[in-house]
């Protein structure tokens, strides 16, 4: 049980921030112009339906009491024409009744010039001082006034707050005109329900006004987290920009340090193993050695060593590339092939060509040098031939050559699958392809180099 104590505020708390990261409200100036927007509206909404409840309360109150005028002092009015016949004794009999009964009820009946017939107040000779309502009620209208402060009159029954309603008196008969009537009403139980609906109406008011708040805070937060969303993906996509644009150059360093460990080894050839070779030749031309048993002398097959020896490293060791552009590349490639095999190659080459960086020289070197050697080993004496031309942002190199004995396509083991490979991934590093295509009695080696791809850019 204590451990169920101590969990349960954990919980507790765990549950009010989860709710709470529900709610991810930056602020902003449309957050804060929507909140006004909305409390504006809804305070101005509950202004206008309490203005309108006391608009038909009141009239309500008038339409009843102009109805009570009309019905109840119409025979009172009649009672004071002589022209009737009626002496008044009895209507006035009558509602003096009704106001013992009713001391606080209120009652007079003016005359249509102003004066006053009749009241239930004793003593009351007042003249009418308001001639402008009393005008108004002659005219065939009520007219309901709320009183809820002023002086106060000892001899006047009621207390404030309280309802005056002038109405005007028709004749039962015939309908006309023939008096008005005044009438006092209590007006304390209205006010009390006045405050019961108006504060009714504020809670329903605000209630709905919090409602829409939460439901635009809810709008808000949601954008709120999408937009947070979209700037970690935009960070995202920058940082997984710089990692490939990192990667990008890291393969270039890598290839750029292959190079050089090329370099060094095939300086180290030549100046370690061709050089005593090279000692030991000049030495065995000094003495007299017997041939071999085959007929081969010591001096020839040392001369030969020394002859692979060097064709090895001069393949390893680059001529000076950062000086030429890329039709200097290819020239020296195809004469250094010439040079070393003794064949003749055949070139085509369109310009204009784009300028290329060191990295993509050594790669158009190496891949000329492997597809020219290639195509000599197994081209069956057909001279090769090397077309290079630029087709937008693409350098594109493809090397003719004769049908190699027993060759496939490249999607097979083939006797140039080292060469392939080699020149494979060095294209692989700058987003380049090759394709070796044969057919009854050629091949075809094509290679695109991208001159610059997107992620080199910084």
Known sequence: MPKNKNQTPNHSRESSNAILGWFHVAPSPLAAIFTVIVIGVMCALGAFIIFEYRSLQVQSHGRVGSAYIDNLLAP???????????????????????AEKNPNLVMRVWALDGALLYSTLKDDTADH?????????????????????GEVDPEFPLAYPYFEVYAPIHDP??????????????????????????????????LAALSMLAMLALTFSQSSRLEALLDAERRMVK??????RAANRARFDAAKANEQVLNVVGAELHDGPIQLLSLVSLMQ??????????????????????????????????????????KGVVTLAVERHIALMFGDVE???????????????????????????NAVRHGEGRI???????????????????????????????????????????????????????????????????????????
């Open 384 to 458: 090769p031939l090397v077309k290079v031309c630029q087709l937008g942002s693409i350098l594109d190199i493809t090397i003719y050559g004769g049908k190699s004995q027993g060759a496939k396509s490249t999607a097979s083991v083939t006797p140039w699958h080292l060469g392939l490979q080699g020149m494979r991934r060095r294209l692989d590093a700058f987003e380049g392809s090759i394709d070796l295509d044969i057919a009854k009695d050629s091949s075809t080696l094509h290679v695109t180099l991208p001159i610059q791809s997107p992620d080199d850019t910084s």
């Open 173 to 206: 008969v015939n309908g006309s005109l023939i008096a008005v009537g005044e009438v006092y009403l209590d007006a304390s139980e209205l006010l009390r329900d006045r405050t019961f609906v108006e504060r009714t109406t504020w809670a329903a008011v605000i």
């Open 347 to 373: 070139t085509e080459i369109v310009e204009p060509l784009a300028k290329l960086d060191l990295p993509r020289k050594i790669c158009l070197y190496r891949v000329l040098c492997e597809g020219l050697s």
């Open 239 to 244: 940082h997984n920009d710089r990692l490939r």
């Open 285 to 326: 031309g000094r003495t007299t050695q017997a041939d071999l048993p085959d007929g081969t002398s010591i001096s020839g097959l040392i001369n030969q060593v020394m002859t692979e020896l060097r064709s090895i490293s001069a393949g390893l060791i680059l001529p000076e590339l950062e000086n030429l552009d890329a």
């Open 76 to 98: 009172l009015a009649l009672s004071h024409f002589e022209s009737l016949g009626n002496s008044g004794r009895g209507s006035d009999q009558a509602f003096s009744y009704v």
């Open 129 to 149: 001082h308001e001639a402008e309502t009393l005008q108004v009620a002659i005219q065939g209208q009520f007219i309901v006034k709320l009183e809820m402060s």
